[in-house]
């Protein structure tokens, strides 16, 4: 069974910072984009960031460019979401994405994780 669990959200100010995991099993995710999504309360599900196979690329929404960065490490089966700068506008949930192909520019990820909550406070 293939899982995606995300951790290390929660209530943070705002001008602060948080690192999001995401704990892959159940199938290997190395030669695969990886990818982050966020959904706020009210609103549809968006697109944060995505991260090559190798690490060597990454791309990212114009909304959280210059304060967000996405790494990973497939010896750990993680992928991991540095925040800083973080503003009341980011808080969302905040879900791993597993096997991101882009689609016609639209980034459709065959697995998701449960989402973690993440809230900034100003």
């Known amino acids: 069974q293939v899982q995606l669990v995300e951790s290390g959200g929660g209530l943070v100010q705002a001008g602060g910072s948080l690192r999001l995991s995401c704990l892959t099993s159940?199938?290997?995710?190395?030669?695969?984009?990886m990818g982050w999504f966020r959904q706020a309360p009210g609103k549809e599900r968006e697109f944060v960031g995505s991260?090559?196979?190798?690490?060597?690329?990454?791309y990212y929404a114009e909304s959280v460019k210059g304060r967000f960065t996405i790494s990973r490490d497939n010896a750990k089966n993680s992928v991991y979401l540095h925040m800083n700068s973080l503003k009341p506008e980011d808080t969302a949930v905040y879900y791993c994405a597993g096997n991101v192909i882009w689609n016609r520019g639209v980034p459709a990820p065959a697995y998701w994780g449960q989402g973690t909550q993440v809230t900034v406070s100003s």
């Open positions: 159940g199938r290997t995710f190395s030669n695969r984009a």
């Open positions: 991260i090559s196979p190798d690490g060597d690329n990454t």
